[in-house]
Nanobody, 125 residues
Framework: QVQLVESGGGLVQAGGSLTLSCTASGRTFSSHTWAWFRQAPGKEREFVAATRWSSGSTYYADSVKGRLTITRNNAKNTVILQMNNLKPEDTAVYYC??????????????????WGQGTQVTVSS
């Protein structure tokens, strides 16, 4: 079973930056897809970004393109979400997710089988 642990959340002013990390353990990940989702109070959990472990291909929600970047460190089994130019609407709990293979729809949370516990990101105006 895959275990995912997120870190790096916190409080930042609008325009600032944060870096989230997701460290994985439990198996090899060469064929996995990794993603970040977020959930704001009273809202559905929504897709933020995804990457394929083997190829490094990346996918982003339109709302974060140009501001958030997903990368992976194969040697450390870690996926990073670099968040720049943060806005108050980015405030949410951010979750790391993973699945074996390539999903049909990267943005569908039901495609992912393993989840972290979440880390809070708060952006003040």
């Amino acid at each position: 079973q895959v275990q995912l642990v997120e870190s790096g959340g916190g409080l930042v002013q609008a325009g600032g930056s944060l870096t989230l990390s997701c460290t994985a353990s439990g198996r090899t990940f060469s064929s996995h897809t990794w993603a970040w989702f977020r959930q704001a109070p009273g809202k559905e959990r929504e897709f933020v970004a995804a990457t394929r472990w083997s190829s490094g291909s990346t996918y982003y929600a339109d709302s974060v393109k140009g501001r958030l970047t997903i990368t992976r460190n194969n040697a450390k089994n870690t996926v990073i979400l670099q968040m720049n130019n943060l806005k108050p609407e980015d405030t949410a709990v951010y979750y790391c997710a993973a699945r074996f293979g390539r999903p049909i729809n990267y943005t569908d949370r039901n495609e992912y089988t393993d989840w972290g516990q979440g880390t809070q990101v708060t952006v003040s105006s």
